[in-house]
């Protein structure tokens, strides 16, 4: 049977939450899984589109407020990537009291999507993009870390008309 770390959530100055490991977090462990019903956007309210985990390409699970899902932040150098459709795991050891992140282009399919970076890692890319407009070599870094919609074509959710 596998342990789960144990994390707590709590303030990290301007960026409000973070989760942070309580104990040692070994490499490959699951960190956070993100439950419920997916949803389409629309069906969700606005102020919850922060914190969405996207699974679909339409699709968007929204995590419990104050939950270790809502309150994960991002970093361009992470110590958490995606696993499956809904799992984050430690792609590195991590250490007791440091802050778990993971990077939010690796489960993002909105082209559109943008958002200033403040991460403060050595290799910080300024904004937070899609995962498609991610240049090739972040996309080499995170071989195997993605979530797998991304890494097909998206459907047509409406039909098109001749």
Avoid at 21 to 45: C, F, H, M, N, Q
Avoid at 73 to 82: A, L, T
Avoid at 99 to 126: H, I, K
Wanted: charged share 25%; proline share 7%; aromatic share 12%.
């Amino acid at each position: 049977m596998r342990s789960t770390p144990v994390l707590t959530v709590r303030k990290v100055g301007a960026k409000g939450l973070g989760v942070f490991a309580l104990t040692e977090v070994p490499k490959g462990s699951g960190v956070i899984r993100y439950y419920g019903k997916s949803r389409w956007i629309w069906d969700i309210p606005r102020w919850e589109w922060d914190h969405l985990f996207q699974v679909e390409y339409d699709r968007y699970v929204s995590p419990r407020a104050g939950s270790y899902g809502w309150s994960i932040n991002h970093s361009c150098g992470p110590n958490c990537g995606v696993r499956g459709e809904r799992e984050l795991v430690a792609i590195r050891a991590i250490s007791k009291g440091e802050e778990l992140t993971f990077d939010y282009s690796t489960n993002v399919g909105w082209d559109g999507f943008q958002m200033v970076c403040a991460c403060g890692a050595p290799d910080c890319r300024g904004v937070i993009t899609s995962y498609g407009k991610l240049d090739d070599r972040w996309k080499v870094r995170y071989e195997g870390l993605v979530s797998p919609f991304l890494l097909k074509p998206p459907r047509n959710p409406r039909p098109t008309l001749f």
